[in-house]
T-cell receptor, first 113, second 111 residues
Framework: DTAVSQTPKYLVTQMGNDKSIKCEQNLGHDTMYWYKQDSKKFLKIMFS???????INETVPNRFSPKSPDKAHLNLHINSLELGDSAVYFC????????????FGSGTRLTVV | DAKTTQPPSMDCAEGRAANLPCNHS???????VYWYRQIHSQGPQYIIHGLKNNETNEMASLIITEDRKSSTLILPHATLRDTAVYYC????????????FGKGTKLSVIP
């Protein structure tokens, strides 16, 4: 069983489209995250979310929105895709309230053409 | 969160110990040192974390200096599969804490 799974693994889409990336974790963790890794390989936090709080990195455009139907899922919805959104997006999860490690998914490579 | 400084790259011979240094001179008393690695195109992988004491697990050892201003990750017998970017991160680990990744150290294990 994959602990943190993301779908799709690859996504190619045109500018202006709206797309979603799905993430599911089966670790029983209560906090989930989205990270973006750009072409220069920098990993940047976008969101952290549990059922009590959503923390948004202020540099994230409001075209990006996290949606969590339940504790085990955190999807990333992106409106009006732009060329600069091309990157690898990683989902992660951890348990709140302690110095626990994160578990990351294998990533979704988004290419906007 | 305190910032960290790591060398951009290191080489290590296969089978030898890889010692990866990290400086975190502004670390606060309640902040942990975390190590992650990212093997090409994969998601980052948690390795180990520590507060004050040295730590060891099946993957690596973490040595933290007494003043906590620096630490060293030790891979005791490096293999080719250990070639990756290694990230040293300092964070309180409290609440919904966020990990801020720097540039890391690119470790190349050489046959």
């Amino acid at each position: 069983d994959t602990a943190v799974s993301q779908t799709p693994k690859y996504l190619v889409t045109q500018m202006g489209n709206d797309k979603s990336i799905k993430c599911e974790q089966n670790l029983g963790h209560d906090t989930m995250y989205w990270y973006k890794q750009d072409s220069k390989k920098f990993l940047k936090i976008m969101f952290s979310y549990n059922n009590k709080e959503l923390i948004i990195n202020e540099t994230v455009p409001n075209r990006f929105s996290p949606k969590s139907p339940d504790k085990a899922h955190l999807n990333l919805h992106i409106n009006s895709l732009e060329l600069g959104d091309s990157a690898v997006y990683f989902c992660a999860s951890s348990q709140r309230g302690g110095p626990h490690g994160y578990t990351f998914g294998s990533g979704t490579r988004l290419t906007v053409v | 969160d305190a910032k960290t400084t790591q060398p951009p790259s290191m080489d290590c011979a296969e089978g030898r110990a890889a010692n990866l240094p990290c400086n975190h001179s502004t670390i606060s008393g309640n902040e942990y040192v975390y190590w992650y690695r990212q093997i090409h195109s994969q998601g980052p992988q948690y390795i180990i974390h520590g507060l004050k004491n040295n730590e060891t697990n099946e993957m690596a050892s973490l040595i933290i200096t007494e003043d906590r201003k620096s630490s060293t990750l030790i891979l005791p017998h490096a293999t080719l599969r250990d070639t990756a970017v290694y990230y040293c991160i300092v964070s309180s680990g409290a609440g919904s804490y966020q990990l801020t990744f720097g540039k890391g150290t690119k470790l190349s294990v050489i046959p």
